[in-house]
């Protein structure tokens, strides 16, 4: 009986797997992010930064000099490679491209579609937000395009590492083994949660920021089931991410990071924008997010449709 209960088959169950792979997910992110946190509260100690309240706060996700979480986010992201690549031989017994890296007919065209797709949607989100008057757009002066331009360039990087890797994680890993254990859709919806719960700690956070990002997560989790593979909602995430921060200069999941326009959240309609936290703790996110999934529904009919010449 405690045989079954932990196995099927010769493997450890689906729900167990998932469940260790978290964990060692979790203990990884201890192991890489404490040393590299204790080396930048040594380096603001030097630069004069002494009361705890103050070195704290200088420490928050939205008060990090971007090029050092892009460094944390790249030593998390080489943290996360050879773990799945070690549950994948050792625990799962699969080859690594079955997570979701199949290079079938039309992936390009998935690549390309999430790149559209997530920037469609975030230049959907903040017309509607200026329509309604709810933000105003402004055009940097030199120094600060120039600026913005730098800053792009990191935002790049960070979004991509971000998206890699969170992708890998719950649209990858968890979706696999969690859908042989309870089936696809049980699946979508259980990552999809999860992924909203790991955004919990960011700034601003609020209830409807974690309907928002589960929401985002059911979409990106659509993607994946009606492509078989992962290129598209990482392409997706990518594309959202640095169109609101890097382009529009918008808080990514209240981290807000400087762009190339002057976009600016004008407070008087909170609920709708999602003020501090970003458009993803507004009620816009929400219809906007609720418009992928016909696009993703058609793109999933056509590409299994057997098109001569595709």
């Known amino acids: 009986m405690m045989r079954r209960l932990f196995l099927r ?9 998932a469940g260790l792979y978290l964990m060692g997910y979790l203990l990884g992110l201890l192991i890489v992010e404490t040393p590299a946190l204790g080396l930048y509260a040594g380096y603001l100690m030097a630069q004069g930064v002494r009361s705890a309240p103050d070195l704290l706060a200088r420490m928050l996700p939205d008060r990090l000099p971007i ?19 070690l549950f994948c031989r050792t625990i799962d017994r699969r080859q690594w491209i079955g ?29 509607i937000e200026w329509a309604g008057g709810w933000v105003s757009v402004g055009v940097p002066d030199r120094a600060a395009l120039i600026d913005g331009l730098e800053v792009g360039v990191w935002a790049a990087g960070l979004f991509l590492v971000v998206a890699a890797g969170e992708e890998l994680i719950f649209r990858g890993y968890l979706h696999v083994n969690l859908c042989e254990g309870m089936g696809s859709l049980p699946a979508l919806m259980a990552t999809s949660l999860l992924f909203g719960a790991f955004h919990a700690m960011n700034p601003h956070f609020s209830w409807l920021a974690l309907l928002n990002v589960a929401l985002a997560g059911l979409s990106l989790g659509y993607g994946r089931v009606v ?10 995430h990518l594309s959202w991410n640095f169109t609101q921060g890097a ?24 609920l709708i ?38």
């Open 247 to 270: 382009l529009l200069s918008l808080p990514v999941s209240g981290v807000r990071y400087g762009g190339l326009l002057e976009v600016t959240d004008l407070g008087t309609a909170p």
């Open 67 to 85: 090029g050092f979480t892009l460094a944390l986010k790249a030593a998390e992201l080489a943290m996360l490679l050879p773990l799945t690549a």
């Open 9 to 17: 088959g010769r493997r450890l169950r689906s729900g167990w797997r």
């Open 273 to 310: 924008t999602g003020a501090a936290f970003g458009p993803e703790g507004g009620w816009i996110c929400t219809l906007i997010l609720a418009s992928s999934f016909p696009v993703l529904w058609a793109w999933g009919r056509w590409r299994s449709t057997d098109r001569p010449g595709r």
């Open 99 to 127: 997570l979701g890296f199949g290079r079938g007919r039309g992936w390009q065209m998935d690549l390309l579609l999430g790149l559209g797709l997530g920037g469609a949607q975030m230049l959907a989100v903040l017309g």
């Open 227 to 236: 492509t078989g593979a992962l290129w598209l909602p990482m392409a997706y």
